[in-house]
């Protein structure tokens, strides 16, 4: 089986697995060093890792045929993945790491309602649910 044959989940997994990996080594990586500066090395890392990929695979060449459209939402992307690792990286320089990340993935609940506003995605009973847990535990545990 291909590696990128796996299902969705694998990949969700290995998503929260590297997350947690990167608030541990944030929290440590931000001891002696700004916020901002960490996030930068982060950032050329992340980039470097990225290309690399991306040209060990072949895809480079899927850049001339992107639409404007995919252009402006990927820069907007970045621009808020760029806001959210300096608030992010602030955050557990000054916070405890367990509360910064548990407020940080509450980002689940805006997921949510901003997908079902701008996607049109479903919010069925069992999201609104599990929607209203993650708020209750973000709450509890900030308090």
């Known amino acids: 089986m291909n590696f990128a044959d796996l299902p969705w989940w694998t990949f969700a997994l290995l998503s929260a697995f590297f997350a947690a990996l990167t608030t541990i080594f944030a929290k440590l990586g931000v001891e002696q060093v700004s916020s901002t500066l960490a996030t930068s090395v982060r950032t050329v890392v992340i ?3 990225a290309w690399a990929i991306s040209l060990s695979l072949n895809e480079v060449g899927g850049l001339r045929g992107l ?3 995919t252009w402006v939402v990927l820069i907007l992307s970045g621009v ?4 959210s ?5 602030r955050a557990l320089q000054i916070g405890p790491t367990a509360w910064v990340a548990g407020v940080d993935k509450s980002s689940i609940v805006l997921i949510a ?3 079902a506003l701008f996607l049109k995605e479903p919010l069925s009973a069992k999201t609104l649910l599990g929607v209203g847990l993650i708020t209750i535990g973000t709450v ?3 308090r």
């Open 113 to 115: 309602l901003l997908s």
């Open 85 to 89: 690792w300096l608030s992010y990286f």
């Open 140 to 142: 509890v545990l900030i």
């Open 47 to 49: 980039l470097l890792m």
């Open 80 to 83: 808020a993945t760029g806001l």
């Open 67 to 69: 639409s404007t459209r």
